[in-house]
């Protein structure tokens, strides 16, 4: 079973607190959005391999440690998970970007593919997918799938918000992948948003309604 992975540094809760708040407007909800996504960041990949290299400072030779693992893939969900991206890519800026576009079939509400875009080295890499919002997890789950019917073998989902039904989609479906969030809320209401939550992450985002 994935792990789930809950991110309780004050910093990344405060902020989470700020987005939550129906007063926070378009530029200031997108600036924390970014923050979040960076601490999160740096809190998910504590995990990532080192290896030993030597290296001359001015003074002397120094045995040191550089990444060693594989390169890194982001894989935000259209279109809020791009949110997310720029707040990465500050600390890892080597990490190649892919795209899922994903949007729900009115008939059978599943979720249908109608963009995929990544990195040509897909074995090679170890992807983040990116959503702020984990609601129903069909949309994540979707675009795990997605990334493994083409090679992807090492995927984790970063979440700002998650809900409990969302985490058991994508646990049952996807168990090897972890999930890391922000906050694990309540519950799905009807209208499959998440309570309390922050309302829509994408119009929240990019100002629309
Ligand atoms: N997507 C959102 O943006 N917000 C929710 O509450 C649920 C899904």
Redesign the pocket.
Known sequence: MGKIHVFDHPLIQHKLTMIRDKNTGTKEFRELVDEIASLMAFEATRDLPLKEVTVETPVATAKANVLAGKKLGLIPILR?GLGMVDGILKLIPAAKVGHVGLYRDPKTLMPVEYYVKLPSDIEEREFIVLD??L?TGGSAAAAITSLKTRGATHIRLMCV?AAPEGVEVVQKEHPDVDIYIAGLDEK?NDH???VP???????RLFGTK
């Not at 939550?197 to 119009?203: P, T, V």
């Open positions: 809020a702020p919002m609601a918000i799905l499959g948003y998440i939550g922050l309302g829509d992450a994408g119009d």
